[in-house]
T-cell receptor, first 110, second 115 residues
């Protein structure tokens, strides 16, 4: 089983719609969780950290479910510029080693 | 931009060549990383340097040789590569390594093709 698993998509989303997708992780010792965004042929960039209580940043909402070992990302009022691959990233307590999922591709269409 | 630069941005090399990838961070960070991103595969951590000392080496073949002369610069020396080594090589940096709380900032990557 992969340490971090994501549905590769693509999720085809009409502009203005809401899209949500999950990421599961296998190591219960994982401590920190993040969503990164990667545009085509570009480097990954941190979108948001994911906190236990859930957190929101504008149109983006991230949730963590430790019992079921998954995190989720919800994008409201999708914009064309939201089209990208969203990478789920997990870190264990020691050091700063990140484990990346394979990414979920989102395509927002007019 | 993120303050992490990489050169060259694109590299094509034969299997017998020797080349080096360069990464420079302008953020005053103490930790630097090399990642490999192959087509349709997740990013894989290759090496980690903290305060110019290697702290992680994730079973990377010896044909990849990292060098960290100071906290701002990181190199990846390549020799006798295989076609399956073709990938995007990403450098990242973070304020520290041991804290476990630091955001990693990525450079734009070097797209390597091995013929």
């Amino acid at each position: 089983r992969k340490e971090v698993e994501q549905d590769p998509g693509p999720f085809n989303v009409p502009e203005g719609a809401t899209v949500a997708f999950n990421c599961t992780y296998s190591n219960s010792a994982s401590q920190s969780f993040f969503w990164y965004r990667q545009d085509c042929r570009k480097e990954p960039k941190l979108l948001m950290s994911v906190y236990s209580s859930g957190n929101e940043d504008g149109r983006f909402t991230a949730q963590l479910n430790r019992a079921s070992q998954y995190i989720s990302l919800l994008i409201r009022d999708s914009k064309l510029s939201d089209s990208a691959t969203y990478l789920c990233v997990v870190r264990k307590a020691a050091g700063n080693k990140l484990t990346f999922g394979g990414g979920t591709r989102v395509l927002v269409k007019p | 931009e993120t303050g992490v630069t990489q050169t060259p941005r694109h590299l094509v090399m034969g299997m017998t060549n020797k080349k080096s990838l360069k990464c420079e961070q302008h953020l005053g960070h103490n930790a630097m990383y090399w990642y490999k991103q192959s087509a349709k595969k997740p990013l894989e951590l290759m090496f980690v340097y903290s305060l110019e000392e290697r702290v992680e080496n994730n079973s990377v073949p010896s044909r990849f040789s990292p060098e960290c002369p100071n906290s701002s610069h990181l190199f990846l020396h390549l020799h006798t590569l295989q076609p399956e080594d073709s990938a995007l090589y990403l450098c990242a940096s973070s304020q520290d390594y041991g804290q476990g709380t630091d955001t990693q900032y990525f450079g734009p990557g070097t797209r390597l093709t091995v013929l």
